[in-house]
Nanobody
């Protein structure tokens, strides 16, 4: 059974950086696209980006461009989300989600991703 586990969240200062990890188990990562989403307090969950299963093509939500980058290590079955220049408004629970053989064309639709992790909390505060 496919499972996703996020880690790397925590308390960070404004201007700092964090690297979140999403580890997949149950199937080789190379066949899967990974979407990152976040839910800020009192807000609905929103898409951050999606990295496709082939060619590592990445799609960024418009408001996420510039400070968020993603990379994947298929050998480790892990996808990383790097966030730099952290802002208090980045405070949220960050989720990774996946779909097999997915090109990320509709990545902002949560329903495109049948498998989700439990999330990792990121808090940005001084």
């Amino acid at each position: 059974q496919l499972q996703l586990v996020e880690s790397g969240g925590g308390l960070a200062q404004p201007g700092g950086s964090l690297r979140l990890s999403c580890v997949i188990s149950g199937s080789p990562l190379e066949y899967y696209a990974i979407g990152w989403f976040r839910r800020a307090p009192g807000k609905e969950r929103e898409a951050v980006l999606c990295i496709s299963y082939e060619n590592n093509i990445t799609y960024y939500a418009e408001s996420m461009k510039g400070r968020f980058t993603v990379s994947r290590d298929n050998a480790r079955n892990t996808v990383y989300l790097q966030i730099v220049s952290l802002k208090p408004e980045d405070t949220a629970v960050y989720f990774c989600a996946t779909q097999v053989y997915y090109d990320c064309s509709g990545y902002q639709r949560e329903t495109d991703f049948p498998f989700w992790g439990q999330g990792t909390q990121v808090t940005v505060s001084s």
